[in-house]
């Protein structure tokens, strides 16, 4: 498996923004594409989105799209998550992942 660090967490207004990041711990970060899950409190995981190996595609949630946006720096083994006009349902715990490996979360609460 594949460590990874997510962070970039906190708390925000509906309406606000903010920017997630995660650094993976490889030497084979361009070997997969990475992508977002989240878990909402007493809900199941979702996926956000996706990006391919060479951040060239991404794909999203029909719930995100328009909202959010997956990039990646390959020369920095860094993978973000760009969330623009938040909602109160985008509260969750946010998790990167790195082909099958899935890092620890780092949390998101949209509160007014």
């Known amino acids: 498996d594949v460590q990874l660090q997510a962070y970039g967490g906190g708390s925000v207004q509906p309406g606000g923004s903010l920017r997630l990041s995660c650094v993976a711990f490889?030497?084979?970060?361009?070997?997969?594409?990475m992508g977002w899950i989240r878990q909402a409190p007493g809900k199941e995981l979702e996926w956000v989105g996706t990006?391919?190996?060479?951040?060239?595609?991404?794909e999203y949630a029909d719930s995100v799209k328009g909202r959010f946006t997956i990039s990646r720096d390959n020369a920095k083994n860094t993978l973000y998550l760009q969330m623009n006009s938040l909602k109160l349902e985008d509260a969750a715990v946010y998790y990167c992942?790195?082909?099958?490996?899935r890092g620890q979360g780092t949390l998101v609460t949209v509160s007014s």
């Open positions: 992942t790195h082909g099958t490996s």
């Open positions: 490889t030497d084979t970060f361009t070997r997969n594409g």
């Open positions: 990006i391919n190996r060479s951040g060239t595609s991404a």
